[in-house]
């Protein structure tokens, strides 16, 4: 008989929920990326985007202005005056209970009423100073004495409340047993801490310890360190309590402390742990103060609890700041933040740790030879297929696509097949893709026989060899007008959509990607993505033109597709001995020069495809006139229409037999 097993189950208590999905770096990756292209390093854009945050998503920025907004609540609630005005009001109470007392007393000795009343008129006007006064005072009203004894009481529970949390409520209406178990558990623990100090203690001395004493310790320390934190945390609140205080307030307390539980034993005690306490944690902070502006008194206790809360927030700042050297999320105390903020926050900033984790770990980052972060060629990839699959949806968007793709168009079969994916020109596979719709529909338990629905999944086209290839430049202009109007990083998306399509669906041609500004550069990739502004004017076509040219002649066999994105007319040119010559308005030398080296573009079979960026009059005709002249065209997509635009004359130019780039995007 097999055996029942018992199962309990509670509510989650924190942590990583095991339950979540993982993080989605495709956002991530994205506002990174468009950072990245806008001229960031790829750290700093990883840095802006955890303090950014995300949709729905907290960044490092928000919750920083939540703890600071925290912070400034707590010092605007409350004042520090509490626990005084409630040994004052106490005072009140007893002395004028005693004057009814002496007042209804007839059977009192005239004289012993008349010496009384003197003493309660004589009474110091401080607090701290009554309070002394009337140590000895024989009290004639048992209320006046109970109210005095309440004061002593109050003081002693107050006093061991701000170095041991809870020990207020715990305490009250204490017996004299309890206070004797508190004196001996302070006596036993100056004793642990001056043996720690000299170096004495063992492991089974702090087990002696928490035996004996462990119910004054619910945070249950697991060892003498772990308790010496937690009690020099709270101490070193105390102390910036009392630096709080003004002077005045701060002098009436150190005299009424003396008469914490009537004896001023308990101040000894206190005043030997925070001695052990301060040389066994120097470095918390024993001498800082703040300035509360509010109305809410508090006592001793709580108001070193809100101390111990306003550095705890500080401590969150500075983490959530993450100025300095090494600083990485994983430094987040969640518990605090959690403590502070609430769950929710505790979530997203583990949420972003994850994130960082996962760029930095899951190879989407690396550093080059120079030792400078990059966004990895697995980013690279990333980042180009999401560009590309929103320009397939731009271009899907475009009315009257039809479905004019030519069986065979890519090429001869080889007799094999695979699972369609975005891009495939190859003809299904008609058999193979029938096949897995049966055998998907009777794994589904459903029967085949009947109404067979295929999905994308079931598709198989048939792998060919491609037929002829391209060669394709595109040129992309760099001058600094790009960057000013906002057409730097359409220009890059742009760049990087053709650069995936090409590198994974057309492995066959061969991708040149020039930029011109003063000068041109044939450039890789990452090396365009990564490129910042230059505030340096001149736009030189002609050299941009001359690398496109002598890269279709690196490849006579491909077809020569010419890509061209530009926002103003040519304005330098390259001179015989390899300088730059700009001029504006552009000289007649500048064009000529461009022209001519447009007409060998135009001889090595390539028709150009123009983009014009922007509305400037001249580089509309000057364009216009180009491409009549080499039988091109021109193409003025919207910032936004650039990334489809750009794709879509590619795969028309490189597919003229019926090809509708449409066709790409099912």
């Given at each position: 008989?097999?055996?029942?097993?018992a199962?309990?189950?509670?509510?989650?208590?924190?942590?990583?929920?095991?339950?979540?999905?993982?993080?989605?770096?495709?956002?991530?990756?994205?506002a990174?990326?468009?950072?990245?292209?806008?001229?960031?390093s790829p750290?700093?854009?990883?840095?802006?985007?955890?303090?950014?945050g995300?949709?729905?998503?907290?960044?490092l920025?928000?919750?920083?202005?939540?703890?600071?907004?925290?912070?400034?609540?707590?010092?605007?609630?409350y004042?520090m005056?509490g626990?005084?005005?409630q040994?004052?009001?106490?005072?009140?109470?007893?002395v004028?209970?005693e004057?009814k007392?002496?007042?209804?007393?007839?059977?009192?000795?005239?004289?012993?009423r008349a010496f009384?009343?003197?003493?309660?008129?004589?009474?110091?006007?401080s607090?701290?100073?009554?309070v002394?006064e009337?140590?000895?005072?024989?009290?004639?009203?048992t209320e006046?004495?109970?109210?005095?004894?309440?004061?002593?009481?109050?003081l002693?529970?107050?006093?061991?409340?701000?170095?041991f949390?809870?020990?207020?409520?715990?305490?009250?209406?204490?017996?004299d047993?309890d206070?004797?178990?508190i004196?001996?558990?302070?006596?036993d623990?100056?004793?642990?801490?001056?043996k720690?100090r000299?170096?004495?203690?063992?492991?089974?001395?702090?087990?002696?310890?928490?035996?004996?004493?462990?119910?004054?310790?619910?945070?249950?320390p697991?060892?003498?360190?772990?308790?010496?934190?937690?009690?020099?945390?709270?101490?070193?609140?105390?102390?910036r309590l009392?630096?709080?205080?003004?002077?005045?307030?701060?002098?009436?307390?150190?005299?009424l402390?003396?008469q914490?539980?009537?004896?001023?034993e308990?101040?000894?005690?206190?005043?030997?742990?925070?001695?052990?306490?301060?040389?066994?944690?120097?470095g918390?902070?024993?001498?800082g103060?703040e300035q509360?502006t509010?109305?809410?008194?508090?006592?001793?206790?709580?108001?070193t609890?809100?101390?111990?809360?306003?550095a705890?927030?500080?401590?969150l700042?500075?983490q959530?700041?993450?100025?300095?050297g090494?600083?990485?999320?994983?430094?987040?105390?969640?518990?605090?933040?959690?403590?502070q903020?609430?769950?929710?926050?505790?979530?997203?900033?583990?949420t972003?740790?994850?994130?960082?984790k996962a760029?930095?770990?899951?190879?989407?980052?690396?550093?080059?030879?120079?030792?400078?972060?990059?966004?990895?060629?697995?980013a690279?990839?990333?980042?180009g297929k999401?560009?590309?699959?929103?320009?397939?949806k731009?271009l899907?968007g475009?009315?009257?696509?039809?479905?004019?793709?030519l069986?065979?168009?890519a090429?001869?079969?080889?007799?094999a097949?695979?699972?369609?994916?975005?891009?495939?020109s190859?003809?299904?596979d008609?058999?193979?893709s029938?096949?897995?719709?049966?055998t998907?529909?009777?794994?589904?338990?459903?029967?085949?026989?009947?109404?067979?629905?295929?999905?994308?999944a079931?598709?198989?086209?048939?792998?060919t060899?491609?037929?002829t290839s391209?060669a394709?430049?595109?040129?992309?202009d760099?001058?600094?007008?790009m960057?000013a109007e906002?057409?730097?990083?359409?220009?890059k998306?742009?760049?990087?959509?053709?650069?995936?399509?090409?590198?994974?669906?057309f492995?066959g041609d061969?991708?040149?990607?020039?930029?011109?500004g003063?000068?041109?550069?044939?450039r890789?990739?990452?090396?365009?993505t990564?490129?910042?502004?230059?505030?340096?004017?001149?736009t030189?076509l002609?050299?941009?033109l001359?690398?496109a040219?002598?890269?279709?002649?690196?490849?006579?066999?491909m077809?020569?597709?010419?890509l061209?994105?530009?926002?103003?007319?040519?304005?330098?040119?390259?001179?015989?001995?390899g300088?730059?010559?700009?001029?504006?308005?552009?000289?007649?030398?500048t064009i000529?020069?461009?022209?001519?080296e447009?007409?060998?573009?135009?001889?090595l079979?390539?028709?150009p495809i123009?983009?014009r960026?922007?509305?400037?009059?001249?580089?509309?005709?000057?364009?216009?006139?180009?491409?009549?002249?080499s039988?091109?065209?021109v193409?003025?997509?919207?910032?936004?229409?650039?990334?489809?635009?750009?794709?879509?004359?590619?795969l028309t130019a490189?597919?003229?037999?019926?090809?509708?780039p449409?066709?790409w995007?099912?």
């Amino acid at each position: 008989m097999p055996r029942n097993r018992a199962s309990r189950y509670g509510r989650y208590a924190g942590g990583p929920d095991p339950l979540a999905p993982p993080v989605d770096l495709s956002e991530a990756l994205a506002a990174i990326g468009d950072d990245v292209m806008a001229g960031y390093s790829p750290e700093r854009a990883l840095r802006e985007y955890l303090r950014r945050g995300s949709a729905g998503r907290e960044g490092l920025d928000d919750l920083a202005r939540r703890v600071h907004a925290r912070r400034r609540d707590l010092l605007s609630r409350y004042r520090m005056d509490g626990t005084l005005q409630q040994v004052t009001e106490l005072l009140d109470h007893a002395v004028d209970a005693e004057r009814k007392q002496l007042l209804r007393d007839a059977m009192m000795d005239d004289d012993d009423r008349a010496f009384r009343e003197l003493r309660l008129d004589n009474l110091s006007p401080s607090t701290a100073a009554a309070v002394t006064e009337l140590a000895d005072y024989d009290w004639a009203s048992t209320e006046a004495r109970q109210d005095y004894e309440k004061i002593k009481d109050l003081l002693g529970r107050e006093l061991l409340d701000q170095r041991f949390a809870g020990m207020k409520q715990a305490l009250e209406n204490a017996t004299d047993e309890d206070r004797a178990a508190i004196n001996a558990m302070l006596d036993d623990l100056n004793e642990l801490l001056g043996k720690h100090r000299r170096g004495d203690d063992t492991p089974e001395d702090f087990d002696d310890f928490m035996a004996k004493h462990g119910q004054f310790f619910p945070e249950n320390p697991r060892d003498v360190d772990e308790l010496i934190d937690a009690l020099a945390q709270r101490a070193a609140a105390a102390q910036r309590l009392l630096r709080s205080m003004s002077a005045e307030q701060r002098e009436e307390l150190m005299r009424l402390s003396a008469q914490a539980f009537g004896s001023p034993e308990l101040m000894a005690q206190l005043g030997r742990l925070d001695g052990n306490l301060q040389a066994l944690r120097p470095g918390e902070d024993w001498s800082g103060g703040e300035q509360f502006t509010g109305e809410e008194g508090m006592g001793l206790g709580e108001g070193t609890g809100v101390l111990q809360d306003l550095a705890e927030l500080d401590q969150l700042a500075d983490q959530l700041g993450q100025n300095y050297g090494g600083a990485r999320l994983d430094d987040l105390d969640l518990d605090a933040l959690s403590r502070q903020l609430g769950s929710e926050a505790a979530v997203n900033a583990r949420t972003l740790a994850e994130l960082e984790k996962a760029l930095r770990e899951g190879g989407f980052l690396r550093r080059d030879a120079s030792g400078d972060l990059r966004l990895s060629p697995q980013a690279m990839r990333r980042l180009g297929k999401a560009l590309l699959a929103d320009a397939a949806k731009q271009l899907s968007g475009r009315q009257g696509n039809r479905d004019t793709r030519l069986a065979g168009a890519a090429g001869e079969p080889t007799g094999a097949s695979r699972q369609w994916e975005f891009g495939d020109s190859e003809p299904w596979d008609v058999t193979r893709s029938l096949t897995n719709a049966i055998t998907r529909t009777a794994g589904e338990g459903r029967d085949p026989d009947g109404k067979l629905r295929l999905q994308i999944a079931d598709v198989e086209v048939v792998e060919t060899e491609a037929r002829t290839s391209s060669a394709v430049a595109l040129l992309v202009d760099t001058s600094f007008s790009m960057a000013a109007e906002g057409r730097w990083v359409p220009m890059k998306r742009t760049a990087l959509a053709l650069h995936h399509l090409v590198s994974s669906r057309f492995r066959g041609d061969r991708l040149e990607l020039i930029s011109f500004g003063r000068w041109a550069q044939s450039r890789e990739i990452a090396d365009l993505t990564a490129l910042p502004p230059v505030r340096q004017q001149g736009t030189n076509l002609h050299h941009g033109l001359l690398l496109a040219n002598r890269f279709f002649r690196q490849h006579p066999s491909m077809q020569p597709v010419l890509l061209v994105v530009t926002d103003g007319e040519p304005t330098a040119h390259l001179t015989g001995g390899g300088d730059a010559w700009f001029d504006w308005p552009p000289a007649p030398e500048t064009i000529a020069l461009t022209v001519a080296e447009l007409d060998k573009t135009t001889r090595l079979g390539a028709a150009p495809i123009f983009f014009r960026l922007g509305d400037d009059p001249g580089l509309e005709r000057f364009l216009g006139q180009l491409a009549r002249r080499s039988g091109g065209r021109v193409v003025s997509p919207d910032l936004a229409d650039l990334g489809s635009a750009v794709v879509g004359e590619y795969l028309t130019a490189r597919f003229r037999r019926g090809w509708d780039p449409g066709d790409w995007l099912e």
